[in-house]
């Protein structure tokens, strides 16, 4: 968990002081690489390192767009609703990938994005993620938030198969057989 808060901490410094200001609703991609750490004893990177560098590249737009000065530092928070990562190939360790964000969409509460993990132009694993913005343990209006960042555009549909992705959630949580 230190290596997770050190990342926050280099990847809030940076965005403040080296990188540029970036369009919240652009796709935004960023290389890494796959060091020893990230691995599980087959060599391979781990299954919850990718949880972990969805989170970096959503937290990198956050601080590098206007969202933050518009959410964090008016009580207004991040909160993660729902997470699916679909794996294809296996990333291996000392390799580099690319981790692309996509703004797919968005309606009064949620916010949807993809990120995609590519090796030598290849999928390697989707993830998708559906999030919302809360204060006074209740959700923001998502819309109001995007005007005061700047988004122009009035309306962004979810795509179907992505919105299908998060609609029985609530049925499975409903649902649980855990007493």
């Known amino acids: 968990m230190v290596y997770y808060w050190l990342h926050l ?69 991040p909160v993660l609703g729902s997470q699916k990562i679909i794996y294809k190939r296996p990333i291996k360790m000392w390799t580099t990938f690319k981790i692309t964000l996509v703004m797919e969409g968005w309606d009064n509460k949620w916010v949807y994005h993809s990120q995609v993990f590519e090796q030598h132009n290849e999928v390697c694993a989707i993830g998708y993620t559906k999030a919302a913005f809360w204060k ?9 938030i995007l005007k005061n960042c700047g988004v122009n555009i009035v309306e962004m549909k979810v795509p179907k198969e992505i919105h299908d992705l998060f609609n029985s959630d609530y049925d499975l949580l409903r649902g649980t057989r855990i007493q």
Do not use: H
């Open 136 to 144: 006074n343990k209740k959700a923001q209006d998502l819309k109001t």
């Open 9 to 77: 901490l280099y990847i809030f410094v940076c965005s403040k002081l080296l990188w540029k200001d970036v369009d919240l609703i652009s796709d935004q991609s960023r290389n890494r690489r796959v060091s020893l750490l990230d691995c599980d004893t087959f060599r391979y990177m781990s299954n919850a390192k990718y949880a972990y560098y969805m989170d970096f590249i959503r937290f990198e737009k956050m601080f590098r767009s206007k969202l933050f000065a518009n959410t964090v530092k008016k009580g207004i928070y």
